[in-house]
């Protein structure tokens, strides 16, 4: 991989190749496969992570709102397009660019159909999304006699699929609450088939569900994260390739004694002589201030740098006191051993965080 020379994302079109392989190796032939690209594709770049998994064979992307379906469109891509938190406004655009919305309140399937009404469609394709225990948005069971009603005696639209989200997947100590959202999807199954004049298709599972509840896998699976390489879980990780690799620079070492201090309101003071280096990366472009006074580290040279003071708005210090090291050598901020994973533990967030705070005026270099 290139040398940095200056603060770049470089996002593995290689690797997320191989993470859409190893999850679609967990399921059925015949399960269709969502890749998830909202939040510029969890940090990276969204048309060209959209663009691969277009040439890989994904039958539908998502993302969360109109805006960002839209930059794909304009970039080409024809794949189908589930805007997951559509908003009122954004219906004409949605349908002006033949993206499929997920409808998941009385409200918002009412004006969805006054939408499409306006718009002279037919059969225009829409999702449900129903809520079973994540309370975030989405129908209840309580609601099906009500979709059914509105939906049944009109021609505007067509129920492609139904769908919810599981909350705590990953983590099998919650194995009964999963189970029990499970259920709930079960009955709702049951009851929308029983009484609407379709046959739509089924998703519930995430990455962590692929993984841990692959027999729930219905018709179509969604997986965000786990396409830039992290699974939730140890185990998968290992099975996993990183996409985003960030790398900066040093722009300038020093030489500290003890008792002087690093970065504003004096967030580091030395007990000893200490060499500190300079990068140009900050809160600005995703390195937020929990970051710093040594919670999180950097790589040098292969050894570990850890973060000094506070996080600026540009820059960030690093301690490299014993590291063989100079001014215009590359950083390792996260990616290969040190993953994104594991520079966000380090600060007691999680990969997801960081992947998605990186700025857009961090430089993205696509490798292929």
Do not use: W
């Not at 829409?126 to 979709?147: A, E, P, Q, S, Y």
């Not at 919650?174 to 079960?186: G, L, N, S, V």
């Amino acid at each position: 991989m290139p040398k940095a020379t200056e603060t770049v994302l470089e996002i593995d079109l290689r690797a997320l190749e191989h993470n859409y392989r190893y999850l679609k190796g967990r399921l059925r032939p015949e399960t269709r496969f969502l890749g998830v690209v909202k939040a510029f594709a969890y940090g990276s770049d969204s048309v060209a992570i959209a663009k691969k998994l277009e040439a890989l064979g994904a039958d539908y992307l998502a993302v969360a709102y109109a805006k960002e379906g839209m930059v794909l469109r304009d970039a080409g891509i024809r794949t189908r397009i589930l805007v997951l938190h559509p908003l009122p406004i954004s219906f004409d655009a949605i349908i002006e660019h033949g993206m499929e919305p997920s409808l998941y309140s009385r409200k918002i399937l009412r004006e969805f159909l006054e939408a499409a009404k306006r718009k002279s469609q037919t059969d225009y394709p829409i999702h449900l999304k129903f809520n079973t225990g994540l309370n975030r948005i989405g129908f209840t069971g309580h609601d099906v006699d009500f979709i059914v009603q509105h939906l049944n005696a009109r021609e505007e639209v067509g129920v492609v699929s139904y769908f919810s989200h599981l909350a705590a997947s990953e983590d099998l100590n919650q194995r009964d609450f999963t189970q029990k959202q499970i259920a709930i999807f079960e009955g709702i199954s049951l009851e929308i088939n029983k009484k609407l004049d379709a046959r739509p298709f089924r998703h519930l599972l995430n990455t962590s569900g692929i993984i841990n509840y692959h027999e729930y896998q219905y018709d179509m699976v969604r997986s965000g994260i786990g396409l830039y390489g992290f699974g939730n879980s140890p185990k998968i990780d290992v099975q996993l390739r990183p996409v985003a690799t960030l790398k900066t620079v040093i722009s300038q070492i020093h030489r500290i004694e003890s008792g002087e201090s690093v970065s504003y309101n004096r967030g580091y003071i030395a007990t000893s002589p200490r060499l500190i280096a300079t990068l140009p990366i900050g809160h600005a472009d995703g390195i937020g201030r929990q970051y710093g006074k040594g919670k999180a580290h950097v790589t040098i040279q292969g050894k570990k740098a850890p973060i000094v003071g506070n996080v600026c708005m540009d820059m960030i210090m690093v301690d490299v006191t014993g590291i063989d090291c100079r001014e215009g050598d590359q950083v390792i901020v996260f990616g290969g051993h040190h993953t994104a994973q594991s520079f966000a533990k380090d600060a007691a967030t999680i990969s997801y965080e960081i992947l998605t705070a990186i700025s857009q005026r961090v430089k993205r270099v696509v490798l292929t």
